[in-house]
């Protein structure tokens, strides 16, 4: 019933920008809290940057002033805004959907997650 695509991601040098796209096929798309997690190879899955339902946003400490997380609920899309990037932010990146009905969750934790996209690759040259 839900379905998230991701789009943006690509190769880009140090100190440069990107802007990821999840287009969201949720009916109550505004309900949801949405994510936005990273995956380096070898790692596990880790958070982002999260925004709720009434907009409220957090932010992994290692993205805070470069990254901005918002929405778009009349085109049902989640956007993650990237500056200032960094080889170390070289990750697939992933959104990720929780329906606001569940209630309230640990936004940096992708248990709470349970619909994902498939995934975009970013990669920063040095």
């Known amino acids: 019933q839900v379905q998230l695509v991701e789009s943006g991601g690509g190769s880009v040098q140090a100190g440069g920008s990107l802007r990821l796209s999840c287009a969201a096929s949720?009916?109550?798309?505004?309900?949801?809290?949405m994510g936005w997690f990273r995956q380096f190879p070898g790692k596990a899955r880790e958070g982002v940057a999260g925004?709720?339902?009434?907009?409220?946003?957090a932010y992994a400490d290692s993205v805070k002033g470069r990254f901005t997380i918002s929405r778009d609920n009349a085109k049902n899309t989640l956007y993650l805004q990237m500056n200032f990037l960094k080889p170390e932010d070289t990750a697939t990146y992933y959104c990720?959907?929780?329906?606001?009905?569940?209630?309230?969750?640990?936004?940096?934790?992708?248990?709470?997650?349970?619909?994902w996209g498939q995934g975009t690759q970013v990669t920063v040259s040095s």
């Open positions: 925004i709720d339902s009434d907009g409220s946003t």
């Open positions: 990720a959907a929780r329906d606001g009905l569940l209630g309230p969750g640990s936004w940096h934790y992708s248990v709470n997650y349970p619909y």
């Open positions: 949720i009916y109550t798309y505004s309900r949801y809290y």
